[in-house]
């Protein structure tokens, strides 16, 4: 699986962003799907991930009830809606996939970051 994360950019305090992540090969829908984020000096940390069916998702503490991540399994895409965003929000945000027990410590594959910038 490959995967291509976009839609980052620099955004107000209390502002949104949507986060696409365009995955390719044939077993997408089978794979638990993630978002993971990293600060400037800070370790790579968990922030949501969403089962193959899409009816199960999980959340970072920091991110429950402003983040919301979806799939379109038809799209080969999943996405981090990201709203109520706040200056600590900033970090390169990466998109992973594996499986749903072990997803928020060792996805099986990484895409690569992309940048959101939240000014106070």
């Known amino acids: 699986v490959q995967l291509q994360a976009s839609g980052g950019g620099l955004v107000q305090a209390g502002g949104s962003l949507r986060l696409s992540c365009a995955a390719s090969?044939?077993?997408?829908?089978?794979?638990?799907l993630g978002w993971f984020r990293q600060a400037p000096g800070k370790d790579r940390e968990f922030v949501a991930a969403?089962?193959?069916?899409?009816?199960?998702?999980r959340y970072a503490d920091f991110v429950k009830g402003r983040f919301g991540i979806s799939r379109d399994n038809v799209k080969n895409t999943v996405y981090l809606q990201m709203n109520s965003l706040k200056p600590e929000d900033t970090a390169v945000y990466y998109c992973?996939?594996?499986?749903?027990?072990?997803?928020?410590?060792?996805?099986?594959?990484w895409g690569q970051g992309t940048q959101v910038t939240v000014s106070s």
């Open positions: 992973a996939a594996g499986t749903y027990g072990t997803i928020s410590s060792r996805p099986d594959y």
């Open positions: 090969g044939r077993t997408f829908s089978s794979y638990t």
């Open positions: 969403i089962r193959s069916s899409g009816g199960i998702t």
